[in-house]
């Protein structure tokens, strides 16, 4: 008996609702877009320029789209952020603490127009986020070029976006043809993405380099398309899983990571990787191949690749014939 | 349960007799297939050329030697424990020593940068060395021996007194967790013999004063009253026993990290076989823990290869039932 | 006999017995506890003087931190008060149950429980279904709690008695720890993080939706220890007494663990593996109130609230803009205070 009026309130306050929806939704035509993201819809009026990036691909990617944001969270090497975005930030930029746990209130604070978030990060945020100004979730910390989309919808700069990406491209398809030119029959290779850490090696089967190693054509030695983001290593033993035709390896500067990387790469097993005996073994930026995670990052990590192929100069014949 | 000298002789080969085989099966099983003729050549012959040898001496044998060695202390030094607190429950990682390594560990590597296993292994000793002292103040009775219970207790609240402070040093720094979580967990591999020789008198002083202890030891087991009636005194050797549990364990955990259980069940397994008597409980213990940690690395290596599990976990897992099999049974005297 | 009050409930089916000493602890723990949620509710990382916040508390429309004040402050502020109040409570009925000081969740590995399914979860990838994964995650750690306690009576056999209880607790605590060492491991950096700050528990981003998942466990739970507090009394006395004052000691014991588990599961479920509480709480309260339950309940509770309230508050402001998990300056007021008491108690 009761629930009957209560159902009766509810309807009309749902009819109410989508009432007001439809009249505000009419009113902002013109300037209100909504933008599809891993955690829902953002509804965005104009094009907001104080912008919050809560992980560091975001931050990297607004940076490319020339946005300058007001807020952003910590790095995790180089603090409070990477060399290779620092000059590009804005001055006044405030630091938010790390991606883990950014300080909500600073970001409330801020008053921000559209905060820029990762799923893995900040779903369980997501509502108070969302509250406090639009937000869009990226949906994997490495697919930097669905953030750079993401992004340039979110902001009014698609065709930025769009043109950045097919600038990406161009150079993909760019340094395949090269690479396959100049490497004959060892193309496509099979490489191994390795760090040094201070008591252990991990190989990596996913992430931000895989990601783009594999647009690349590069493929994978046999053992490594296991699931998940791969393996530590702790036994000197374990080398041979190691093996590749080429490998790059990535390590911080520290001095028991150095120590490490000097024990593991003077052990015979070392010596006999058929990448070591190749001299295919580069060292890599540990920042742009594990934590950059934009498409800045993905740019200078490509230029790495060029270097250490000697694709750079394009003086090759055969590859200047072919692309 | 063995119960002439006899049986438990017998009992003791056969103890020997396991910790070879588990010593043998680390040496030989592993990511790569060593031929067992080779186990042999490579220690009488070496040939420099040979990839086979090269494993056995740099990665195997060091391996092997720490778990053999981490093993028989941890057990070793479980048993006096329990006997000194007579409480079934002391074990090393139960009365905070681990804790108090970890806790200086993390402080050693956040604050001073010190990441080398060699400068490391003294730091977790200095730890495990605080920790101890710590609970022994605590657990302390007016009269100046050791309480049981106040012990336990103790043991409980210096854990997570340093467990706290190195979490929270960990949070932080988030690059020292990266970096700490796998000594953490307890691993015995990725060590050169070169971290266990500057150990060694350590290890090799701590078993000879056991050897000279083992006969007051049993008194222990005695009501203190008992003990005053046959005009003996305990302190001194309560002391010893106790320095002898504080280099051993400290020497392990610095050695291979958070190894739990080891100290806990291996006592208890062989007080069911062999009695009480200190006399065939400490060489059981030796060999017992030497086998049992052989054996949970070499298991370790092919769980998920060519990842391992953390040793330190393997050992709980293995220990769990027994312990639980233990706890349920009426009777839990140390 | 010092002056006391009877309450009496139902016609008189519950009475309670309160001594004036008490009645007047519970109050000023309980100002003291609103005192500390309104410093708390207007110190952050943005500047808000006190008349700011109670214009944005009493008048939302006209304030512009209402978002700050209402939306990320007190849901926060409240969260922490209830866990503290559920976690110390189901440390006080832990120790009353096994007649042991040294009884807490976390102790006999309840906590522990809870923990290994929640990281698990998480590391499972979990964190990223999205909005709705956070109930799922609560019912993981609550259903790791429940499990953990199942195993620990079921293992104890047919008389479960206190000393065999904590003797079971603590090897499963153990296992189950090894077990969240090894998902830890496993896990890529990303999760292991997350999972790490979880297991240290924290209250970082709480929301009006966690505390109504906590809400209805404390205001079932809470009161319902008041009301058995009688039998914990009972309880004290040792199993012969109990039985011949006419107390169904086994059935009792099942009813008071099952309500502690509820109580820590469903706190740890929504707060990570705070640790500490459980066991703090009700000793300092002993050392303020009366003997006798029926005082003990209700002062814990505070306590419990006012302790992860304050470091709580500690691990938000302390290391601006860093938010750091409250679980870090719970133990590291607890353990000296423990140590301390240990060093009081002696025999």
Known sequence: MILMPLSRTCCRLVALMLLSGCLTMTAHAETLRRVEHALGEARIEGEPRRIVTLYQGATDSALALGLGPVGVVESWLERPMYRYLRDELPAEVRYLGLETQPDLEAVAGLAPDLIVGARYRHADVYPLLARIAPTVIAGTAYDFEAMLMLLGEATGREAEARELLADWHERVADFRCRAAARLGDAWPQRVSVVSFRGDHVRLYYDGFARHILDQLGFQRPEGQEGAGWGVKLISRESLPALDADAIFVFMRDDPAVVELHREWTTHPLWQRLEAVEQGQVYRVDPILWSMGSGILAANRLLDELYVHYGLHDGASAAEYMAC | ?334 | MSRSVVLRVANGRLSLRLEHRTLAVTLLLSLALAASAMISLSLGSQATPPTAVLEALFHPARSDIALIVHEIRLPRIVLAILVGACLGVAGLLLQGLVRNPLASPDVIGITGGASLAAVCFLALGGAALGEAWLPLAALAALAGALSVALLILSLSGRGVTPARLVLIGIGLAAALGAGTTLVLVLAADTTAMQAYVWLTGSLYAAQWREVAGLAPWALVGLPLALALSRRLDVLALGDELATGLGTAVRGTRLALLLLAVALAGSAVAFAGGLSFVGLLAPHIARRLVARGHAGLVPATALIGALIVLHADLLGRIAFLPRDLPAGVFVAGIGAPFFVYLLHRWRT
Request: charged residues 10%; hydrophobic residues 60%; positive net charge.
């Open chain 2, 1 to 334: 349960m063995l119960i002439t000298p006899m049986a438990k002789g017998l009992g003791l080969l056969l103890g020997a007799m396991l910790a070879l085989t588990a010593g043998v099966a680390s040496l030989a099983l592993g990511a790569t297939e060593i031929a067992p003729a080779s186990l042999f050549k490579a220690f009488i012959t070496p040939d420099p050329g040979s990839m086979s040898h090269l494993i056995l001496r740099t990665e195997r044998l060091p391996r092997a030697v720490i778990a053999a060695v981490v093993g028989a202390s941890l057990a070793v030094a479980g048993a006096l424990m329990q006997t000194l607190t007579r409480n079934a429950l002391a074990a090393p990682s139960v009365l905070g020593i681990n804790a108090g390594a970890m806790c200086f560990v993390v402080v050693a590597s956040s604050f001073f940068a010190l990441r080398s296993p060699l400068e490391l292994v003294w730091v977790a000793f200095l730890g495990a060395l605080t920790a101890a002292l710590l609970v022994a103040l605590l657990g302390r009775e007016r009269g100046g021996g050791l309480s049981p219970m106040r012990v336990v207790l103790g043991g409980v609240a210096v854990t997570a007194l340093f467990v706290s402070l190195a979490q929270g040093l960990l949070i932080i720094d988030q690059e020292g967790f990266e970096s700490l979580l796998l000594w953490l967990a307890g691993s015995v591999a990725g060590r050169g013999l070169e971290i266990v020789t500057p150990l060694l008198p350590f290890f090799l002083g701590a078993a000879a004063l056991c050897a000279l202890l083992v006969r007051q030891l049993n008194l222990l087991i005695l009501d203190d009253e008992v003990v005053k009636g046959l005009g003996q005194r305990t302190g001194r050797v309560r002391l010893l026993a106790g320095l002898v549990v504080i280099v051993l364990a400290g020497c392990s955990v610095a050695l291979a990290g958070m190894i739990g259980f080891v100290g806990l069940i291996v006592p208890h397994m062989v007080r069911a076989m062999f009695g009480r008597d200190h006399r065939w409980v400490l060489p059981g213990c030796a060999l017992l823990g030497a086998g049992l940690l052989l054996a949970a690395d070499t298991l370790a290596r092919f769980l998920m290869p060519p990842q391992e599990v953390p040793v330190g976990v393997m050992t709980a897992l293995l220990g769990t039932p027994f312990f639980l099999h233990l706890a349920r049974r009426r009777s839990l005297t140390p």
